[in-house]
Structures are given as structure tokens and as C-alpha cells.
């Protein structure tokens, strides 16, 4: 492993596809266990999707050479957006006033390389994906099972702030928050 460097996707479908490759093959270890073929499509469509559509979108890549070690995705969301109206219908009132107000940022993936876990990438993704960001709060889903990356963003400041919940058949999830501006 050499000098890790993040920067902003360049929205080339060379570095999306990279992206989509790694999704893949993160999301395919346990807890997660999604299938890698329609993970790779998705999350190319996601994607594109948000960078046309969302407020501050932001997708950071970590690069050690020419490999990618981590990518992060994130952006503004608001009343009305699909996972911030789920989210918001199942937590306590206090919670949503708090964290979710009427708009924040979400962080909705963050994946590292498994040669580049514990060396830092996730860490400065995390940094570099809020740094400016012109929200007040920062959320973002878990799988409760991911215990380790739990106990990562615990490290970061990130605050459990409603645990065991589910969307339709989804596998059960935690609300992560954390105050950046």
C-alpha cells in the first residue's frame, strides 16, 4: 500500500465503474451478502441518478495508485426524499426535529477496500465528504449487524439515534447522526 489520496469523482464512467466493482464486492461480504451483479448495476444507477438530482452531492474516491481503496457518497436530502420520508415515519418525533429537520446531508454508502481497513481511507473519506457541506446535521443508516462498522462510526462521533428499525423486508437498521455545522 502507498499514499492514499481522495478526490472527487471526475464522472467518468471508468471511475463509476470502479465504484461499482468495489460496491460490489464490500456489499457481498456478511452482514450484507448482496448479490454483486445487481449490486454493481444499482449502484451505477443511484448514482448518476443523484448526481442529476440531489442537493451537495458529493461521491469522494481514495486512491492508492491507480487501485481504489474506498469510495464514499453522500448529499442533501429533504422532505420528500424516499429514505429521509421512511426513515422519518419510524423514529420518535425528537429524533426527527433533531436530526433529520427539514433537510440534512446523508451519508449513504461508504466502502473501503478490504487490503485498506484500519489504515485510515475511511476516516478521510468521512472527513473529506463533510468538509463544507452546508447543513447543519449528518445522518445515515446501518445494518445493526455491521458491528464493525458501528463501532467505526462510533469512533467518529457519529451517534447512535434510533436502532432497530426496517424498512419493508430490509434487514434491521440503525440511525446514525452527528452535528457538522
Given at each position: ?17 470502479a465504484?461499482?466493482?468495489l460496491?460490489?464486492r ?10 454483486p451483479?445487481e ?13 442529476d438530482t ?8 481514495a486512491?492508492?495508485?491507480?487501485d481504489l ?8 436530502i429533504?422532505d ?5 420520508d ?5 423514529v ?7 436530526w ?18 484500519r489504515?485510515g ?10 468538509d463544507g ?7 445515515l443508516g446501518?445494518?445493526a ?13 457519529w451517534?447512535?439515534?434510533?436502532t432497530g ?9 440503525c440511525?446514525?447522526?452527528k452535528?457538522?455545522g
Amino acid at each position: 500500500m502507498g499514499t492514499v489520496r481522495t478526490a472527487a469523482w471526475d464522472g467518468s464512467t471508468a471511475e463509476l465503474d470502479a465504484v461499482a466493482e468495489l460496491y460490489a464486492r464490500v456489499f457481498a461480504e456478511p452482514p450484507y451478502h448482496e448479490d454483486p451483479d445487481e449490486s454493481r448495476r444499482s449502484i451505477s444507477e443511484r448514482i448518476r441518478r443523484y448526481a442529476d438530482t440531489k442537493a451537495a452531492f458529493r461521491l469522494i474516491l481514495a486512491w492508492d495508485g491507480n487501485d481504489l481503496a474506498g469510495f464514499v457518497l453522500g448529499m442533501g436530502i429533504s422532505d420528500g426524499d424516499w429514505w429521509r420520508d421512511r426513515i422519518a415515519g419510524l423514529v420518535a418525533d425528537d429524533v426527527r426535529r433533531t436530526w433529520l429537520r427539514d433537510e440534512c446531508f446523508c451519508v449513504a454508502e461508504l466502502a473501503v477496500a478490504p487490503a485498506h481497513r484500519r489504515s485510515g481511507v475511511a476516516t478521510a473519506l468521512l472527513t473529506a465528504v463533510l468538509d463544507g457541506v452546508p447543513y447543519k446535521t449528518a445522518v445515515l443508516g446501518c445494518q445493526a449487524a455491521a458491528l464493525p462498522a458501528r463501532r467505526f462510526y462510533a469512533r467518529e462521533g457519529w451517534q447512535e439515534v434510533a436502532t432497530g428499525l426496517r424498512i419493508g423486508d430490509s434487514p434491521e437498521q440503525c440511525v446514525l447522526a452527528k452535528t457538522i455545522g
